[in-house]
């Protein structure tokens, strides 16, 4: 990177374990984490946007030490720099915040210390940070992504294509992803683990087929993580009424939640969004798109300088 450059990386918002897609579905969402990266000669943050103000702005920032982790698993170091850092995607509120800040800081390790990672590489390793694909592949590559973590690596792939609108509800209450685990059964019986993985495999084939209002039928029929945390997301229920009472195809937890995400028909999102604002108190509502690239790396005012494939 040259002195006077000014680097830009931008990272989706994601929701994840998408319907019965636990640790396995996500979707990356047009919310953005924003970093605007120039050399320095110490590590230092700016935070533009309010929910960031509260996090480090030195090298303990959360994006800085996943760069200097990934320059490390490289046996490289990563110069210091300055980090303007923005961001839209709500914190801990299941829309995959701490995805997007380990995609970038390993975008940003890989930039500055010219790794030349493919994107493979990115998505094992920042599974490996994170714990699961879900919500980093969504955040990386864009689109529907469909994961599975193993010991022998991370198998994925992602879905571009789907004519379908999303809206979700947003409550002011935060929800830490650790609290949200507590909830969960340690195991399920063996006829309860084929259910479940049925519903998923139907989940998954209506929305390659088009058919939307199966695949917001399986959404609802999830029984790995949903049914538990409705106990400590509330607002599900509530949400859930309104939104299928005015036209939703499905609704479904976002990530660990609270966030709440509805599947609307094609072109239906901003009226579902409207109904769903007057009917629902406390909760901010918004109509979304997915996002199609996934991370993204650029100069300021040029063109895209890095596409990676697998």
């Known amino acids: 990177m040259m002195a006077g450059e000014v680097l830009v990386i931008e990272v989706p918002a994601s929701t994840a374990n998408l319907g019965p897609g636990f640790d396995s579905i996500g979707l990356a969402l047009n919310l953005y984490l924003r970093l605007e990266v120039t050399t320095h000669d110490q590590w230092e ?20 030490q996943v760069a200097m982790q990934t320059a490390k698993k490289y046996n490289q170091e990563c110069p210091p720099c300055r980090l303007t850092v923005s961001s839209d995607i709500p914190i801990a509120r299941g829309l995959g915040s701490s995805a997007a800040a380990i995609v970038a800081g390993i975008e940003l390790a890989d930039t500055l210390c010219d790794l030349r990672l493919t994107k493979q590489q990115k998505l094992e390793w920042a599974t490996e940070i994170e714990g699961h694909p879900d ?3 969504a955040s990386l590559l864009g689109g529907l992504l469909i994961g599975s973590q193993a010991d022998d690596g991370v198998d994925a792939l992602s ?3 789907l004519q379908v609108d999303f809206v979700v509800c947003i409550p002011t209450s935060e929800l830490l992803t650790k609290k949200s685990r507590q909830v969960l059964p340690t195991e399920l019986s063996y006829k309860q683990a084929v259910h479940a993985g049925a519903i998923g495999n139907v989940f998954i084939a209506s929305l390659i087929s088009g058919d939307y209002e199966q695949a917001g039928k399986m959404m609802m029929k999830d029984l790995y ?7 400590i997301v509330p607002e599900l229920e509530g949400v859930e009424k309104v939104a299928m009472a005015n036209g939703a195809l499905g609704v479904a937890l976002s990530g660990a939640g609270p966030t709440i995400l509805c599947l609307a028909r094609d072109g239906e999102g901003q009226k579902l969004a409207t109904l769903l604002s007057a009917g629902l108190h406390g909760m901010k509502v918004v109509p979304l798109q997915m996002d199609l690239i996934g991370s993204r790396i650029y100069k300021e005012n040029s063109s895209k300088i890095k596409s990676d494939v697998m």
């Open 225 to 231: 993580h949903q049914p538990y945390r409705k106990e």
């Open 159 to 161: 879905l571009y294509h």
């Open 45 to 64: 943050v700016i935070p533009l946007s309010e929910g960031l103000m509260t996090f480090p702005t030195d090298e303990q920032n959360y994006i800085i």
């Open 135 to 137: 919500n980093v592949g």
